[in-house]
């Protein structure tokens, strides 16, 4: 049985890793079609930011030397944010600016509403206002960003919070990777859908839709192929099907020591070239990966176990980074390292265990109740998972621990 590190490696291995991919793999979508897309070119700044020396509030511009020495100053225009000021400020005098408007030249600080008394066109400091020599509310030209600037490169994966620098510097299309087609089945003779009111044996099929899910957050396409029968013929049929129409397959149940787990074996005979099926994860372990060769195309595929955590995770741990990889990006799990609020024991460290964990007010890893991979609803409240490395029997209070954020 390989480690989890060993089967990251031949997973990456088998894509190859390449930041520029060819054009063919490329797309140019919109400014509000790209989120959660690939970035495929490089962001620059086309302009300084702020683009002129602007005001951070609504006030008075005026000199330094007329707010220390208190001196009253005469109101010359007001100036609207989008508008040029037409005068100059020297001492003795003031203009009135929005948040966000230029600030007349020569002005040096920026004395807030708040903090003026105005009368017959004459501007005073309020008794209460202290003028704070650095704070001159005054957002310098160029002090955020010069122009020109590279800001994002090939290989980024947008998030909204990138969605406004692209609309401030001008983006209204952006080169992306093409989403790689992806591929779900759900196997086992137990299944039902959702919409199916399940027998006393039967079990909702709860797999394939959060790997529908998974596969959509990830910047990826799904497709959904359904629930699978534990039928050679069936399942041969099916995998055939969406090994043709996909870049990668997530197949979920079938793939452990069962008499009717047959998976393994029909890949075989369609000449999928398994890389490995069992990996030192808990949970996880008959975790499979292969490669198919579509006329010199390859095909990825994943047998995940039917237990709805561990499909989680390996997804997470594994097909998140092989689609990354598809598309240019780069594996991006945020980990921490936390101090555990309880001390840790287990039976047996044969295998790297991963547990639902929430982050306590104390900012420690506090392991939720879990009783093992089919205990889906142990996710809802965690932040994260802890990984437990390989060969860790125990764990004191406040040993670190490595914790995966979800
Ligand atoms: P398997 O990996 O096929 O041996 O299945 C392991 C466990 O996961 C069994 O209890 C199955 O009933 C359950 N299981 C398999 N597939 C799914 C699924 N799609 N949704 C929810 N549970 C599943
Ligand atoms: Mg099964």
């Known amino acids: ?12 291995d088998a894509v190859g ?13 919109s400014l509000e079609d790209s989120c ?7 962001v620059k700044t086309d302009r300084d930011t702020p683009p002129f020396h602007k005001s951070a509030m609504d006030g008075y511009a005026c000199t330094y030397a007329d707010l220390e020495q208190g001196r009253p100053m005469r109101l010359l225009e007001v100036v609207p ?21 230029m600030v007349p030249q020569g002005a040096e600080y920026v004395l807030m509403v708040e903090d003026a008394i105005v009368e017959d066109n004459t501007v005073c400091t309020a008794p209460h206002c202290r003028i704070a020599p650095h704070k001159t509310n005054i957002c310098l030209r160029g002090e955020d960003v010069q122009a020109g600037v590279p800001l994002l490169n090939l290989g980024a994966f947008l998030k909204p919070q990138h969605i406004a620098m692209l609309a401030a510097y001008g983006y209204t299309e952006l080169c992306v990777a093409i989403k790689p087609k992806v591929g779900i089945i759900s196997t086992g003779d137990e299944l039902v859908e959702p919409s199916v009111t399940p027998s006393d044996v039967q079990i909702r099929n709860s797999n394939g839709w959060q790997l529908l899910a998974q596969v959509s957050r990830a910047g990826a396409s799904p497709s959904y192929y359904g629930i699978v029968q534990d039928k050679a013929q069936a ?26 787990d047959m998976v393994p074996e029909v890949l075989k ?12 994860v808990q949970p996880g372990k008959p975790t499979l990966f292969g490669v198919w060769n579509n006329g010199g195309d390859s095909r990825y595929l994943f047998g995940l176990p039917g237990n709805p955590v561990s499909s989680f995770i390996q997804f997470e741990l594994m097909v998140r980074p092989l689609l990354m990889s598809l598309m240019g990006a780069f594996p991006q799990a945020i980990t921490l390292r936390l101090p555990l609020s309880h001390p840790y024991r287990r039976k047996s460290a044969e295998r790297m265990a991963h547990l639902p964990m929430e982050i306590d007010e104390s900012g420690r ?33 406040d040993a670190a621990v490595e914790v995966i954020l979800l």
């Open 81 to 101: 944010a989008g508008t040029t000021p037409k005068y100059q400020i020297t001492g003795g005098c003031c203009s009135k600016v929005m948040t966000g408007a």
């Open 269 to 280: 005979s369609l000449g999928v070239n398994i890389l490995f099926d069992r990996v030192a």
């Open 235 to 260: 399942l041969r049929a099916a995998l055939m099907q969406a090994l043709k129409e996909n870049a990668v397959v997530v197949l979920s149940g079938g793939v452990s020591m069962g008499d009717f």
């Open 17 to 29: 890793k390449k930041a520029d991919l060819p054009k063919e793999r490329c797309e140019y979508v």
């Open 36 to 42: 959660g897309r690939v970035l495929q070119q490089v």
């Open 365 to 397: 890893c506090n392991l939720l109740n879990y009783n093992g991979s089919g205990h889906i609803t142990a996710l809802n409240t965690a932040h994260g998972m802890a990984r437990i490395p390989l060969g860790v029997l125990e764990l004191q209070e």
């Open 1 to 12: 049985m390989i480690t989890f590190e060993q089967a990251l490696q031949v997973v990456l």
